[in-house]
């Protein structure tokens, strides 16, 4: 298995151990290389100062290790979550590990006009 996801787990994991209330979900964004790991509950995320230390550590350490691939903490509340989990910690529903051809699907959730235009498409409003 990818080293990148190995040591993301092997931190999630840790992190659940310690807080045992706390719950993960990641997933890969393959066009701009990120990890998505959603955190909950959000009280922990925002609140707990021991969680907060070790993930700023982390995602130090992560960054420095692996240059050009990037970390996204996120609650289920912010704009950007998980949709694809490739893997999760502390969720029992969610425990089969979603193969990598299968987790380049990313979807952000912006809250933005969901217009679509294409390349060569006009859009002309005719006025009669």
Not at 16 to 34: G, P
Not at 66 to 80: A, E, M, R
Not at 85 to 105: C, H, L, T, V, W
Request: net charge negative; hydrophobic share 35%; proline share 2%.
């Amino acid at each position: 298995m990818d080293k990148r996801i190995e040591s993301i787990k092997d931190f999630l994991q840790s992190i659940h151990n310690k807080f045992s209330l706390m719950k993960f979900k990641c997933e890969y964004d393959s066009i701009n290389h990120t990890y998505i790991i959603e955190v909950h509950p959000q009280e922990e995320f925002t609140a707990n100062n021991d969680y907060i230390s070790l993930e700023s550590d982390f995602w130090d350490k992560f960054e420095n290790e692996h240059q050009g691939y990037y970390l996204l903490f996120v609650t289920k509340d912010s704009l950007n979550h998980v949709s694809i989990p490739a893997f999760s910690i502390g969720y029992e529903e969610i425990n089969e590990i979603i193969q990598p051809a299968q987790m380049s699907k990313f979807e952000f959730n912006f809250s933005l006009a969901s217009e679509h235009i294409y390349a060569g498409e006009n859009n002309y409003a005719l006025a009669a």
